[in-house]
């Protein structure tokens, strides 16, 4: 094997010898890799004229993955005709063998062995592993006669390729000693003038560009990014979400939800056991809250129980972003109201059964208009602008039930790659025993919306599996690989 130090060198002194050579064959020649030969090549075009090439394709037999386990192992027909031996063996026994149906089939049709009674017995006493030389001298680049090559192809032990190589002769300002190539034009360059009598590199406008060492966004960051931007662009502010422990006070009962509620099952919730309760709140409002679930008001005949301060205390992990707007509206009631739109994207959690669509922690994006006579018709008006500035156009409506809403709607998209309808949002208009304990005026309307990040950005980036997106066992090359910006729309 010849040294592929300074090859370039190498190349120079063989063709100020030689006029011109095949890369494909000085590689065999020289006995080293082609593409390193190639490579050597292409780094002396970077000079001009001192090379001139022309592409060359030749054809070459190579061995399959069958052919160099053969060549190395014996062909099947003489691993059989060695195993029976001398004294034969019994055919269930070859056939046991990883060779055995191969091999008998060839060594019969070769007429090395025949079968007697579920014996297989050696019908001479020596053969040649044909198969096997003629692999192995194909392996080094010799030869075979066309009646071999036949065979083996039809065996599929070797199979046609095409190489591509460079015909390489002198160009018109060959030389085989090169001045060293300046890449940079220096100040002191300039300066000396030593710039005259210098060669400086080609610029390769071909070459990728370094990849910069920057910091990488988790496409659900992106696509929260993208959502944040359209809400904005639509005059919504962003409320604070830094809360993921949440009374079910906020959580549930501000909700108009019934502390008996499936919902608040531990199925469905994670509790929280330090600290187990939270033991502030509005006592006033929390007071309204208690009665109007108990005995009604504002017009509602309420649930009509117990209810009871010990299970709006419990600390859960919000379930959605919903507990966020329930305090903001709170809020907002406190300030004095005004006409607000408002949104938040963060994390919920909840005790799901995982699966490939299903984590037990998620994020929501939820928004709210609060306005005076606000009507279905004005939620919908903001959905379809929602949803366009998202690329999706195609909406549709399916009434459903939310404790804290009514009506309610479910709001479906056509899904182009699955040609179905998918569920992507729920929303609906606060019901006044939400509202009304908050003191909230009485023509004060507020519509609510939310969706998951997740679904989103699996369509978006064509992930299948919650669990390739999210969690601890997400590949960080997913992360990398994930483009800057998607030029989807
Ligand atoms: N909180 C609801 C959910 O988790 C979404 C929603 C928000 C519905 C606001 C109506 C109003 O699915």
Not at 202 to 214: A, D, M, Q, R, T
């Amino acid at each position: 094997v010849r040294s592929t130090e300074n090859l370039p060198q190498q190349i120079l002194d063989f063709l100020g010898k030689s006029n011109e050579f095949n890369s494909i064959q000085l590689a065999q020649q020289w006995d080293i890799d082609h593409q390193k030969l190639i490579g050597a090549i292409k780094s002396l075009l970077a000079n001009e004229g001192v090379l001139a090439t022309k592409d060359v394709t030749e054809k070459r037999l190579e061995l399959t993955n069958e052919g160099v386990q053969f060549a190395n192992e014996g062909s099947p027909e003489f691993l059989v005709f060695e195993f029976i031996g001398a004294d034969g063996a019994a055919q269930a026994d070859i056939q046991k063998q990883p060779f055995g149906k191969i091999g008998m089939a060839k060594a019969m049709q070769f007429k090395w062995v025949s079968v007697d009674k579920g014996r297989v017995v050696r019908q001479t006493s020596d053969v040649a592993d044909t198969t096997r030389k003629q692999l192995e001298s194909l392996r080094i680049g010799g030869d075979v006669d066309e009646n071999g090559k036949k065979e083996l192809k039809k065996r599929k032990l070797i199979s046609e390729v095409n190489i591509k190589g460079l015909l390489v002769s002198k160009g018109d300002s060959f030389t085989t000693s090169l001045a060293k190539q300046e890449a940079d034009l220096t100040p002191e360059m300039i300066a000396s003038g030593s710039w005259k009598d210098k060669q400086f590199k080609k610029y390769n406008f071909e070459s990728l560009g370094v990849v910069p060492s920057s910091g990488h966004l988790h496409p659900l960051m992106k696509v929260r990014s993208e959502f944040r931007q359209i809400f904005f662009s639509m005059g919504f502010s962003e409320m604070a979400t830094n809360r993921y422990v949440e009374s079910s006070f906020w959580n549930f009962d501000a909700l108009f939800q019934p502390q008996q509620h499936p919902a608040r099952d531990a199925h469905d919730t994670f509790f929280v056991s330090d600290p187990a309760i939270s033991t502030t709140f509005p006592q006033d409002y929390l007071e309204r809250v208690k009665t109007v679930h108990s005995k009604g008001g504002y017009g509602s005949a309420g649930y009509n129980y117990d209810w009871k301060i010990e299970e709006a205390q419990k600390n859960v992990l919000r379930t959605h972003t919903t507990a966020v707007s329930a305090r903001q509206l709170y809020q907002l009631a406190q300030e004095g109201f005004r006409p607000s739109k408002l949104f938040s994207i963060d994390r919920v959690f909840r005790n799901e059964t995982l699966d490939a669509t299903h984590l037990a922690e998620f994020h929501q994006v939820e928004g709210v208009i609060a306005e005076k006579n606000l009507s279905l018709a004005h939620l919908i008006g903001v959905f379809t602008e929602f949803f366009k500035k998202l690329g999706i156009t195609n909406l549709r409506f399916k009434p459903t039930y939310n404790p804290y809403t009514e009506p309610s709607m479910e709001i479906f998209a056509y899904h182009q790659g699955l040609a179905k309808w998918v569920e992507i949002g729920n929303s609906g208009m606060f019901r006044p025993e939400m509202l009304l304990p908050m003191g909230l005026p009485a023509d004060v309307n507020v519509a609510g919306y939310g969706l998951s990040l997740e679904r989103p950005t699996m369509i978006k980036y064509g992930i299948n599996n919650i669990r390739d997106l999210f969690g601890s066992k997400i590949d960080l090359e997913v992360v990398y690989n994930t483009p800057i910006c998607r030029l989807d729309k």
